[in-house]
């Protein structure tokens, strides 16, 4: 049973930053996509990063260019997302999720198959 377990969020002033982590476990992951989301209060769901298991290709969300930065480490089955120059707007549940690399999109929902439980960044003003 594939598992995502993320961790290190937080509350942080705005200029901040977080790293997250999500550690994967349960499967083989060489053929999957890994991604991050986020949900603010009364919102969507909506797309934040992605990166290939390889870590050859990075996809990022227009408001987070620049400011954040996916990674991962194969050895520790682990994705990271650190996060800079933090706004207030950045205030959600981040989630980790875990989808087939052949899918075509890797910004929306439907392209993952497994989710962690979500990690609470709030950034203040």
């Known amino acids: 049973q594939v598992q995502l377990l993320e961790s290190g969020g937080g509350l942080v002033q705005a200029g901040g930053s977080l790293r997250l982590s999500c550690a994967a476990s349960?499967?083989?992951?060489?053929?999957?996509?890994m991604g991050w989301f986020r949900q603010a209060p009364g919102k969507e769901r909506e797309f934040v990063a992605a990166?290939?298991?390889?870590?050859?290709?990075?996809y990022y969300a227009d408001p987070v260019k620049g400011r954040f930065t996916i990674s991962i480490d194969n050895a520790k089955n682990t994705v990271y997302l650190q996060m800079n120059s933090l706004k207030p707007e950045d205030t959600a549940v981040y989630y980790c999720?875990?989808?087939?690399?052949?899918?075509?999109?890797?910004?929306?929902?439907?392209?993952?198959?497994?989710w962690g439980q979500g990690t609470q960044v709030t950034v203040s003003s």
């Open positions: 990166i290939s298991w390889s870590g050859g290709s990075t």
């Open positions: 999720a875990a989808g087939r690399a052949w899918r075509p999109i890797a910004s929306v929902t439907g392209a993952y198959d497994y």
């Open positions: 349960g499967g083989t992951f060489s053929s999957y996509r």
